[in-house]
C-alpha cells in the first residue's frame, strides 16, 4: 500500500515510515535508562533519550553512542540541533554554565550537549561539570539520513 502527500505521482509517495527503539550507551561511565526512541519519515529521523551521567570525573565531552541511522553529511559540514532539558543543572560545576542543546555531528551516530557559559560562549558539556551523580539530560533532535 502507497501513501501519496499532495497528489498521486512517484515524487508524492511516502516511501518509508518507522518507528523503533536503540540501545543507548555513554562513551564514559554508564547510563541507568539504555532505550531511546524514534521516528523515521522517509529520510528524516526524530530521536530521543534521557541520559543520566554516573562518571562525573572525566574531562571527556558526555556523548552518548548507538542511534539507528547515520547522520547525513553532505559536502560542507552538517550539524543538527535539538532541545534539550537537565534536570538537576544547577549541579553544572562552571559558574554560569548550563546545557542548552543537543547536537548530532553530520556523519555521526552519537549526540553530545553543549552549553553557554557566562562569557556568552560555546562549549561542549564535559562529564566533569557535573558535581553530582543525581542529573538527567532528557533530549530530543531531528536530523537527515541517507538510508
Known amino acids: 500500500m502507497s501513501i501519496f502527500l499532495g497528489g498521486t505521482t512517484s515524487s508524492n509517495e511516502l516511501k518509508d515510515y518507522e518507528e523503533g527503539t ?3 550507551s555513554l562513551s564514559q561511565g554508564s547510563n541507568s535508562n539504555t532505550t531511546g526512541h524514534y521516528v523515521k ?3 528524516i529521523v526524530l530521536v530521543s533519550g534521557e541520559e543520566t551521567c554516573d562518571n562525573i570525573t572525566s574531562g571527556d565531552t558526555v556523548t552518548m ?8 553529511a553532505t559536502s560542507g559540514y552538517h550539524n543538527y540541533l535539538g532541545s534539550i ?4 543543572a544547577s549541579n553544572i560545576s562552571s559558574s554560569g554554565m548550563r546545557p542548552t542543546n543537543c547536537c548530532i555531528h553530520g556523519g555521526g551516530t552519537n549526540v553530545q550537549f553543549g552549553t553557554m557559559e557566562s562569557a556568552q560562549s560555546w562549549s561542549m558539556l564535559k562529564y566533569n561539570h557535573f558535581t553530582s551523580t543525581n542529573n ?3 533530549w530530543t533532535c531531528t536530523y537527515r539520513t541517507n538510508t
Not at 553512542?65 to 547525513?72: E, R, V, W
Not at 532539558?85 to 538537576?88: E, K, M
Open 65 to 72: 553512542n548507538g542511534l539507528p541511522f547515520t547522520a547525513l
Open 22 to 24: 536503540f540501545t543507548v
Open 41 to 43: 519519515i522517509g529520510d
Open 85 to 88: 532539558r537537565g534536570y538537576n
Open 136 to 138: 538527567s539530560l532528557r
